[in-house]
């Protein structure tokens, strides 16, 4: 069974760090881009960013660039998200999401992020 | 950055009836080498992450049921619900994936 499990969430104060991570299995993970996508609390999504199969091209959204670094190893069948100088902004839940500049298939179940005071 | 137009924001549709759900692009989305318009559509319950239903525009995913078609091409496409079942209440989002940043639409939200 195709499966991503995101963990890593929780409550951390602004301008505060915090690394997600997403374990993958049931597929070949080194075939396949990654991606991560948040949803802030009763609204829509936002695809945040993306690694290419080998983590030598990434790419993000402009909101989140020089403060978030998305990484992965293929060895762990892995992807990370290391966020810092965390603001309000960024709380939301966040999926990681197989798709390699195609539809997203296999999404994980998601971790909240809360930026909080 | 190519932004994504979703209309209506909210739908209520009787059940058995159709339900209709626009995209629209603001650069089109199909390429000139493939032939295919790089969209998708996805469905979101409450507490669940999104399920893609449409891949291409048009390809209906595995499992998916027959209600369910998509439509359109270049810049404006179509997410048709042909008989509205009670669990098809959701959220609804399209989604390009032509280029970076990848963006979806601000979802429109189908009730009975």
């Known amino acids: 069974e195709v499966q991503l499990v995101d963990s890593g969430g929780g409550l951390v104060q602004p301008g505060g760090s915090l690394r997600l991570s997403c374990s993958a299995s049931?597929?070949?993970?080194?075939?396949?881009?990654m991606n991560w996508v948040r949803q802030a609390p009763g609204k829509g999504l936002e695809w945040v960013a993306n690694?290419?199969?080998?983590?030598?091209?990434?790419y993000y959204v402009d909101s989140v660039k020089g403060r978030f670094t998305i990484s992965r190893d293929n060895a762990k069948t892995s992807v990370f998200l290391q966020m810092n100088n965390l603001r309000a902004d960024d709380t939301a839940v966040y999926y990681c999401?197989?798709?390699?500049?195609?539809?997203?298939?296999?999404w994980g179940q998601g971790t909240l992020v809360a930026v909080s005071s | 950055d190519i932004v994504m137009t979703q209309s209506p924001d909210s739908l209520a549709v009787s059940l058995g009836e159709r339900a209709t759900i626009n995209c629209k692009s603001s650069?089109?989305?199909?390429?000139?080498?493939?032939?295919?318009?790089?969209l998708a559509w996805y469905q979101q319950k409450p507490g669940q992450p999104p399920k893609l239903l449409i891949s291409?525009?048009?390809i209906r995913e595995s499992g998916v049921p027959d209600r369910f078609s998509g439509s359109g091409s270049g810049t404006d496409f179509t997410l048709s619900i042909g008989s509205l079942q009670a669990e098809d209440v959701a959220v609804y989002y399209c989604?390009?994936?032509?280029?970076?940043?990848?963006?979806f639409g601000g979802g429109t939200k189908v009730e009975i």
């Open positions: 999401v197989r798709g390699d500049w195609a539809p997203f298939d296999c």
């Open positions: 690694i290419d199969r080998d983590g030598t091209s990434k």
């Open positions: 650069q089109s989305l199909l390429s000139t080498s493939n032939y295919k318009n790089y």
């Open positions: 291409w525009a048009s």
């Open positions: 049931g597929f070949t993970f080194g075939n396949y881009w």
């Open positions: 989604q390009h994936y032509y280029n970076a940043p990848l963006t």
